[in-house]
């Protein structure tokens, strides 16, 4: 089984997502954690990769699919898994369906993610992330509960690079013009799901169970 998140930067896919794996029992595999992995450890990949993040631009599409071909046949996908962040481009669809029979996995559904873009902007550049375990905040949606220490570890929370407002400009620009056509795409293998979410976090969720409980 596999689960797409699909939806503009900041309209929440990563704060749904961790709702959605430990609910369904998937893997998680979002391919801007893994690049902002390989970022921070200066590997091969990374070295590569980061122009491309620091200016909102999307990693070369050789470089993306070869992390998700190794990742899905890892043995915690045997059960399923949710793609946030992949594919972003029509050819990452493309070779995405290439490589499913080797995996021996389906797309199950595609949620679409919609957010009004004014708020976009407003979750970006108030999002805060643990540097230790990754967890996610918003200075004014999703305060933690002492100032800047993440809740669940205790660790320090930091303002991604790329969550300052010219590079935000730049991402919504990306996703309009590369990502967005891959709604038609799913339309036309009729596995659109789309969620609404301007809501409140509980709210959205509900709204993603609806359609994920069918399965
Ligand atoms: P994405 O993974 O799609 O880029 P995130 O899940 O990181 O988005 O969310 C972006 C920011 O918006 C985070 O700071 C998060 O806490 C906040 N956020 C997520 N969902 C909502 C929501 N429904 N309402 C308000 N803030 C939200
Ligand atoms: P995200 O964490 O999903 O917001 O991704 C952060 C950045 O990582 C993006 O702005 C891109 O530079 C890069 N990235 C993540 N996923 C992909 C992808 N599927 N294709 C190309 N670049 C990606």
């Known amino acids: 089984m596999l689960i797409i998140l699909l939806g503009p930067p900041g309209a929440g896919k990563g704060t749904q997502a961790d709702r959605i794996v430990k609910n369904f029992n998937l893997a998680y595999i979002s391919t801007g954690d893994i690049l902002r ?14 122009e491309y993040m620091d ?10 699919v070869e992390i998700v ?37 389906t797309i199950d559904r595609v949620l679409l993610i919609e957010v009004e873009e004014n708020e976009l902007i407003e ?5 805060r992330v643990c540097c230790d375990c990754g967890a996610n905040y ?35 620009e990306v996703y309009k013009k590369q990502t ?11 596995l659109l799901y789309t969620i609404d979410g301007n809501k409140d976090i509980e709210d959205v969720y509900e709204q993603i169970n609806d359609v994920l409980k069918e399965l």
Request: charged residues 35%; aromatic residues 6%; hydrophobic residues 30%.
């Open 37 to 50: 992995k390989a970022v921070k450890e200066e590997s091969a990949l990374g070295r590569k990769a980061r």
């Open 55 to 64: 200016q909102g631009q999307l990693v070369p599409d050789n470089l993306v």
């Open 69 to 105: 071909r190794e990742r899905l046949v890892e043995p915690d996908c045997a059960n399923g898994a949710l793609l946030d962040g992949f594919p972003r481009t029509v050819d990452q669809a493309v070779f995405l369906e290439k490589v499913l029979p080797e995996t021996k996995a």
């Open 123 to 127: 979750r970006l550049t108030g999002r």
């Open 138 to 172: 918003h200075v004014k949606y999703k305060s933690p509960k002492v100032r800047n220490v993440c809740d669940q570890c205790g660790g320090d929370l930091y303002q991604r690079d790329d969550d300052s407002l010219a590079t935000v400009t730049e991402r919504l």
């Open 180 to 190: 967005e056509p891959l709604i038609k795409f799913y339309q036309e293998r009729d």
